[in-house]
């Protein structure tokens, strides 16, 4: 994160992929996060009383180091500031998969901790990272004292579960080519990088393994459909990004 804050009405904060921000105050990495996933909110309204409460920390993790187990009670919930976090289910038979490649500056573990229950999946540092925890007095001081605040979050939380209906619809009634295209939606909305450019390409943060675990197809299928998406000109890829041709 630079730490240089742009215009107060967008509020928006750079996190990129190639860039490390340094360390951080917990107050700043919250406006920063919060603002940058709730754009039309007003950043100068934020209760700075939330770190005060000592519910906010930041902390580092190593590689491979595990942020929370699944079945682990949810305390908090998280903002990632650098770095990426894999989030993934075990199944009853060991069975491992990979739900999402957690970017900067996703909030995450919002769920569980919202509905007081247990953790249904696992998250761990693929790379070294720094992670925002946000416990339950901040949680109390945003939704109760941030103008806006509860109503721009069950927006996000409607956002997330209509993805999540569309990908299980479309995994079990849905042609590939759909289902590709509905993948292909879901990352637009969860990992661009940022709004299109000038000739309408907009890159995404996720890889072609990224793209068959959220499609639930196959990585030899979605590398046909990808070639044909390339030869047609509707995208292209490169080391874990996909760029995309959108209309502007």
């Not at 180091?65 to 919930?77: D, E, N, S, V």
């Not at 289910?89 to 990979?98: A, I, K, N, R, Y």
């Not at 956002?159 to 637009?188: K, M, N």
């Not at 070639?227 to 490169?238: I, K």
């Amino acid at each position: 994160m630079s730490g240089t804050r742009q215009s107060r009405k967008h509020a928006s904060f750079a996190f990129t992929m190639d860039r490390t921000p340094p360390a951080t105050s917990a107050n700043a990495a919250l406006r920063a996060l919060m603002c940058a996933n709730f754009p039309e909110l007003d950043g100068a309204q934020m209760p700075a009383e939330a770190v005060l409460q000592g519910s906010v920390s930041l902390r580092r993790l190593a590689r491979g180091r595990t942020l929370f187990a699944q079945g682990q009670p949810a305390l908090a919930f998280y903002g990632l500031v650098t770095g990426e976090i894999e989030a993934r289910f075990t199944g009853l038979d060991g069975t491992v998969s990979v739900l999402e490649h957690v970017q900067a500056p996703r909030l995450f573990g919002l769920a569980a901790f919202a509905a007081g229950q247990a953790a249904s999946y696992e998250t761990l540092a693929t790379q070294s990272s720094q992670v925002l925890v946000i416990g339950s007095a901040a949680y109390t001081l945003l939704m109760d004292r941030w103008p806006g605040f509860a109503r721009a979050l069950m927006a996000e939380f409607a956002r997330r579960y209509d993805g999540t209906l569309r990908l299980l619809e479309a995994s079990r009634h849905r042609s590939a080519p759909e289902r590709f295209a509905l993948a292909l939606a879901q990352l637009r909305r969860d990992r661009a990088a940022g709004p299109p450019d000038a000739q309408g390409w907009q890159t995404l943060r996720a890889t072609q393994a990224e793209l068959a675990a959220v499609a639930n197809l196959s990585r030899q299928t979605v590398n046909q459909l990808l070639q044909q998406a390339q030869a047609e000109g509707r995208l292209h890829c490169s080391y874990g990004q996909l760029h995309l041709r959108v209309m502007i």
